[in-house]
């Protein structure tokens, strides 16, 4: 059974940095491509940034790139978010999940993939 713990979110003010963490346990981590979702209350869950399995590949939403860095580490099972010049529209709920080949058009089917963790929750105060 895959098991995921996302973690590093918080509250913070406009302009200032968080990384966020996704550990994931119970498969073959470094076989998969992986990405950051979020979701927002009332609004639907957007795809933020995706990663190749062996870090070729990244991609990002129009609304994080210059400011979200993304990146993982496989001999930890873990992959981060790096997020810069924090902006009140990126308060969500974020998520990790597997994906399938990192690219743009993938990482926008947010409703094809299992998001097995509880989220870490951003909140950014103007």
């Known amino acids: 059974q895959v098991q995921v713990v996302e973690s590093g979110g918080g509250l913070v003010h406009a302009g200032e940095s968080l990384t966020l963490s996704c550990i994931v346990k119970?498969?073959?981590?470094?076989?998969?491509?992986m990405g950051w979702f979020r979701q927002a209350p009332g609004k639907k869950r957007e795809g933020v940034s995706c990663?190749?399995?062996?870090?070729?590949?990244?991609e990002y939403a129009d609304s994080v790139q210059g400011r979200f860095t993304i990146s993982r580490d496989n001999s930890k099972d873990t992959m981060y978010l790096q997020m810069n010049d924090l902006k009140p529209e990126d308060t969500a709920t974020y998520y990790c999940?597997?994906?399938?080949?990192?690219?743009?058009?993938?990482?926008?089917?947010?409703?094809?993939?299992?998001?097995w963790g509880q989220g870490t929750q951003v909140t950014v105060s103007a």
């Open positions: 990663i190749s399995a062996m870090s070729v590949t990244r």
């Open positions: 999940a597997s994906t399938f080949p990192c690219s743009r058009s993938n990482l926008a089917r947010t409703e094809e993939y299992n998001y």
């Open positions: 119970g498969m073959a981590f470094d076989d998969y491509a």
